[in-house]
T-cell receptor, first 114, second 110 residues
Framework: KAGVTQTPRYLIKTRGQQVTLSCSPI?????VSWYQQTPGQGLQFLFE???????NKGNFPGRFSGRQFSNSRSEMNVSTLELGDSALYLC?????????????FGPGTRLLVL | SQQGEEDPQALSIQEGENATMNCSYKTSINNLQWYRQNSGRGLVHLIL?????REKHSGRLRVTLDTSKKSSSLLITASRAADTASYFCATVDNTDKLIFGTGTRLQVFP
């Protein structure tokens, strides 16, 4: 099976713009979760989706949003970008549908905000 | 911060030596997972240990869990240069979020 894919892999934006990142889970996986990784804050949970429903959300401002489609693909959107949003954004999928079990991560999207 | 703590933050060893890294977490858990990340790429799942297990092995990896101390350790035996990476523990907290530790950067010199 193909692994988790994320597009684009690299992105440069300027402050105030918005961005949409995409994640395609492993075939058959219905749970997708998103994480932000920065040198200062480390890996932080953004949100989790299961069967098109957001089940949980981390402590991020409302500028961060996401959704999941019926084919389990997920997108996350960040509006009104700030310099501090520069980060590696990772998504993960799981077969069992719980964060308690093995998560399969994509390669990440590296976002640079200028 | 809800993050778990890992120590050491960085570890440098020679090939063939063992590497031990420790993780502490804050809430009661069902499982604890260990992941590896190579140089800013995605995470790779290494091993999962359940709260009723004290020790688990997978190849050159040995994980221990002490729920009374809310801590876990990952031992990599006979390290190789290819083990150079960052290692993270992760637990699900009481709000059902997956929380990662701060990570240990391991450098294995040939």
């Amino acid at each position: 099976k193909a692994g988790v894919t994320q597009t684009p892999r690299y992105l440069i934006k300027t402050r105030g713009q918005q961005v949409t990142l995409s994640c395609s889970p492993i075939s058959g996986h219905r749970s997708v979760s998103w994480y932000q990784q920065t040198p200062g804050q480390g890996l932080q949970f953004l949100f989790e989706y299961f069967s098109e429903t957001q089940r949980n959300k981390g402590n991020f401002p409302g500028r961060f949003s996401g959704r999941q489609f019926s084919n389990s693909r997920s997108e996350m959107n960040v509006s009104t970008l700030e310099l501090g949003d520069s980060a590696l954004y990772l998504c993960a999928s799981s077969l069992v549908g719980t964060l308690q079990e093995t998560q399969y991560f994509g390669p990440g999207t590296r976002l640079l905000v200028l | 911060s809800q993050q778990g703590e890992e120590d050491p933050q960085a570890l440098s060893i020679q090939e063939g030596e063992n590497a031990t890294m420790n993780c502490s977490y804050k809430t009661s858990i069902n499982n604890l997972q260990w992941y590896r990340q190579n140089s800013g790429r995605g995470l790779v799942h290494l091993i999962l240990i359940r709260s009723n297990e004290r020790e688990k092995h997978s190849g050159r990896l040995r994980v221990t869990l002490d729920t009374s101390k809310k801590s876990s350790s990952l031992l990599i035996t006979a390290s190789r240069a290819a083990d150079t990476a960052s290692y993270f523990c992760a637990t699900v907290d009481n709000t059902d979020k997956l929380i990662f530790g701060t990570g240990t950067r391991l450098q294995v010199f040939p």
